[in-house]
Nanobody, 123 residues
Framework: VQLQAYGGGLVQAGGSLRLSCAAS????????LGWFRQAPGKEREFVSAFSWTGGSTYYSDSVKGRFTISRDNAKNTVYLQMNSLKPEDTAVYYC?????????????????WGQGTQVTVSS
């Protein structure tokens, strides 16, 4: 599975962006999908995940209520809608996939990673 994340950019605080992650090589069927981010000088942190089984979604406390993860199986794409962005959301955002149907908050459990897309939120 190859993943390509895109949609990042520069936005003012309070603004919105939608990140996309397109998969190629095979379909997302029975894969859990996740978004992680890494700010300069910080460790990679969990943002959101989507389980194939039951469609459960998971969010970190820092983005809950502002970000929404979704997937389009027909397009083999997962999205991260980010609203009410804050300067502390500035980071490189990565999408990831794992060959287990249930989502996870742990980066090490994901086998496939996209190249990352930069999100910068100005104050």
């Amino acid at each position: 599975v190859q993943l390509q994340a895109y949609g990042g950019g520069l936005v003012q605080a309070g603004g919105s962006l939608r990140l996309s992650c397109a998969a190629s090589g095979r379909t997302f069927s029975n894969y859990a999908l996740g978004w992680f981010r890494q700010a300069p000088g910080k460790e990679r942190e969990f943002v959101s995940a989507f389980s194939w089984t039951g469609g459960s979604t998971y969010y970190s406390d820092s983005v809950k209520g502002r970000f929404t993860i979704s997937r389009d199986n027909a397009k083999n794409t997962v999205y991260l809608q980010m609203n009410s962005l804050k300067p502390e959301d500035t980071a490189v955002y990565y999408c990831a996939a794992r060959r287990v149907a249930v989502g996870s908050r742990t980066a090490d459990t994901y086998e496939y990673w996209g190249q990352g897309t930069q999100v910068t939120v100005s104050s």
